[in-house]
């Protein structure tokens, strides 16, 4: 749910991360699970990396390369 919810913020990289995920079908619904699953998995590391590191959160675009790699 979380997921859903950050995907439906204006901008974020989570919601870029899930439009990239999403770009080759927007209408198929077993690809938008998979991209919610992504997000959430990114939303757990983001979190995990935010308590161990004991520092504030600092959003960040990601890019993509013409490759189709992402930047980091």
Excluded: C, W
Excluded at 16 to 27: G, L, P, V
Aim: charged share 30%; proline share 4%; aromatic share 10%.
């Amino acid at each position: 749910m979380a997921g859903q919810v950050a995907v439906l913020k204006r901008t974020n990289s989570f919601r870029d991360k899930f439009e990239r995920y999403i770009a080759r079908d927007r209408h198929n619904a077993h690809l938008r699970r998979k991209a919610y699953t992504a997000i959430a998995a990114k939303m757990a590391r983001t979190v995990h990396a935010v308590i161990k590191h004991g520092e504030p959160y600092r959003p960040f675009f990601e890019g993509v390369s013409p490759g189709g790699r992402t930047l980091v």
